[in-house]
T-cell receptor, first 113, second 111 residues
Framework: QKEVEQDPGPLSVPEGAIVSLNCTYSNSAFQYFMWYRQYSRKGPELLMYTYSSGNKEDGRFTAQVDKSSKYISLFIRDSQPSDSATYLCAMSVTTDSWGKLQFGAGTQVVVTP | DGGITQSPKYLFRKEGQNVTLSCEQNLNHDAMYWYRQDPGQGLRLIYYSQIVNDFQKGDIAEGYSVSREKKESFPLTVTSAQKNPTAFYLC??????????FGDGTRLSIL
């Protein structure tokens, strides 16, 4: 079983809808959680970075962490065609272990005009 | 502009050949990383370095080698011992205790 599970999609939504993405994990020691966006043939771009449980909002993006359920989410409001990409979750036990980031396999999102 | 530059964007390897992928950063980051990305799989760590002249193996280091002679540079050599080298290779860097930022990758294929 993988440490981090993520539905590969594709997830297709109409423009303006809310995109809901999630990851589940098995290691209860994870404390730092990240979401990356990756366009085709490009490197991942850091979108959100959160510590422990709770919510974090940045513009149209909201990240949620529920450590009791070992579940993290990313919501994209008012989705645009430019949001079409693969979204990767990543997590780490401590800030000393950045070399030990665990990634999900990524969810492909398609926003249709 | 500060960033991470990977070159070349596309690379072809012949059987029995070693190839070297370049990664340079001008962000003054201490740590640098190499990942491999295969379709349907998450990024897998090959090697990482937190300081010049020091590096550690990641989860899939076999068939790869690295060096860190300068803070800005972390080249990856894919040796002939790596039997399945076709993949998208990503280099990343970070300040200590901060999230990683990525370059735009090198796609390696076998001739």
């Amino acid at each position: 079983q993988k440490e981090v599970e993520q539905d590969p999609g594709p997830l297709s939504v109409p423009e303006g809808a809310i995109v809901s993405l999630n990851c589940t994990y098995s290691n209860s020691a994870f404390q730092y959680f990240m979401w990356y966006r990756q366009y085709s043939r490009k490197g991942p771009e850091l979108l959100m970075y959160t510590y422990s449980s709770g919510n974090k909002e940045d513009g149209r993006f909201t990240a949620q962490v529920d450590k009791s359920s070992k579940y993290i989410s990313l919501f994209i409001r008012d989705s645009q065609p430019s949001d079409s990409a693969t979204y990767l979750c990543a997590m780490s036990v401590t800030t000393d272990s950045w070399g030990k980031l665990q990634f999900g396999a990524g969810t492909q999102v398609v926003v249709t005009p | 502009d500060g960033g991470i530059t990977q070159s070349p964007k596309y690379l072809f390897r012949k059987e029995g050949q070693n190839v070297t992928l370049s990664c340079e950063q001008n962000l003054n980051h201490d740590a640098m990383y190499w990942y491999r990305q295969d379709p349907g799989q998450g990024l897998r760590l090959i090697y990482y370095s937190q300081i010049v002249n020091d590096f550690q193996k990641g989860d899939i280091a076999e068939g790869y080698s690295v060096s860190r002679e300068k803070k800005e540079s972390f080249p990856l050599t894919v040796t002939s011992a790596q039997k399945n080298p076709t993949a998208f290779y990503l280099c990343a860097s970070s300040r200590m205790n901060q999230p990683q930022h990525f370059g735009d990758g090198t796609r390696l294929s076998i001739l």
